[in-house]
């Protein structure tokens, strides 16, 4: 095996959510549904904030939650991006854990180079949404 790649801090992103609705009784588990209303994303390459279009569909189960985002972002010089990740969310000694797995859509230009790298995070619920430190590999 070669050498471990390193990962590199991306941004920090805190998103804004409200429930829309609950699906009980699905094969796949309980789902709930949930509307991001906005937010604010800031990294060493990139800034600005999330729009309020984007859903957030959590499967609740036996042993946690599953994750199913997209996100459509704008930088501070107005590009679009979209960022799409799903995860797992649960307790470990009793502290809330949530680690997601993804990859944005960016346009040709100063931003294409997103479209080169998969991002891995670590979220933390927050009042009324989530806040994610977003990393990729080096």
Do not use: K
């Not at 471990?4 to 009784?25: D, F, K, S």
């Not at 799903?86 to 993804?102: F, L, P």
């Amino acid at each position: 095996m070669g050498a471990i790649p390193a990962l590199t801090p991306l941004l920090t992103m805190e998103i804004e959510v409200e429930r829309l609705h609950g699906i009980a009784g699905t094969p796949s588990g309980e789902r709930q549904i949930y509307a991001v209303r906005g937010g604010r994303f800031e990294g060493a390459r990139l800034r600005g904030r999330a729009t309020g279009w984007g859903g957030d569909c959590v499967t609740r189960t036996a042993n946690g939650s599953l994750l199913d985002v997209r996100l459509l972002l704008e930088t501070e010089d107005g590009v679009p991006l979209h960022l799409a990740y799903q995860g797992r969310a649960g307790q470990r000694d009793g502290t809330a854990h949530i680690e997601i797995g993804g990859r944005f859509d960016a346009p040709a230009g100063h931003y294409g180079w997103l479209n080169d790298i998969l991002v891995f995070g670590l979220g933390t619920p927050i009042d009324g949404g989530v806040r994610y430190e977003l990393f990729h590999f080096a």
